[in-house]
């Protein structure tokens, strides 16, 4: 009987096969972590730097992702963590250990930002899809915490392609503005409230001396 066919044999290259598939994908669960490290920090830099036009707008979304990219670090590493792994946060992990792969920042002017961050969304969109169909079937609660996190990577590419036309700066100054002008149109309109009521009074005291005159009139009249 040949060794290939014994039954224990299989049995135990099949165990190996999962065990180093499972180890795999905790390996690339720990890249994923890194990654998500690396985008914080990048979001972070990046608002405090920042130069250039579409300030206001970019900086408060650099901000808000910076929020959600150290959540979604603390869900991976929990998962992790619950599956038996450990984390390695080190600078040098997190340059060259990452997923999607850490690229420098080179510049800080807002366009060429702009660019980059879309490109990393993109990078992470494709990153965490490819490691949504490898454990889809094997993990499916981690797929889901996985699944939650590409849909926040893809309106985060969002936020900025909009910009793309659209001079955001100055569509928020145009909104200041208008909430701005609502008070005057206020003053306005109580300005107008109060003129009509002067009108009315007056137009009702002469109607009172008109009477006065009649009644006048009207007695003189019987005299």
């Not at 910076?66 to 959540?71: D, L, M, R």
């Not at 490819?130 to 939650?148: C, M, Q, R, T």
């Amino acid at each position: 009987m040949s060794w290939k066919n014994n039954n224990t044999f299989i049995k135990m290259r099949e165990a190996y096969k999962e065990e180093r598939e499972s180890v795999n994908y905790l390996e690339d669960l720990k890249k994923l972590i890194n990654g998500e490290a690396t985008a914080a920090i990048q979001y972070k830099f990046a608002s405090d730097s920042m130069i250039g036009d579409n300030q206001s707008y970019l900086r408060s979304h650099f901000e808000e992702h910076v929020t959600e990219e150290w959540g979604h670090y603390t869900q991976l590493v929990e998962a992790l963590m619950e599956r038996g792994g450990e984390a390695d946060s080190t600078l040098e992990a997190l340059i060259s250990s990452a997923l999607p792969e850490t690229e420098e920042i080179e510049s800080f002017d807002s366009e060429y930002l702009r660019e980059f961050f879309i490109s990393s969304e993109r990078n992470a969109i494709k990153a965490y899809q490819k490691f949504y169909n490898s454990i889809e079937d094997e993990d499916p609660d981690l797929a889901d915490i996985v699944s939650g996190i590409i849909s926040d990577e893809r309106a985060h590419k969002l936020d900025f392609e909009r910009m793309e036309s659209t001079d955001m700066d100055k569509d928020i100054e145009s909104e200041e503005e208008k909430k701005e002008e609502e008070p005057s149109d206020t003053v306005s309109e109580d300005k107008e409230s109060e003129d009509l009521k002067e009108e009315e009074s007056e137009e009702e005291e002469d109607e009172d001396d008109s009477s006065e005159d009649d009644e006048i009139k009207y007695k003189d009249f019987w005299k």
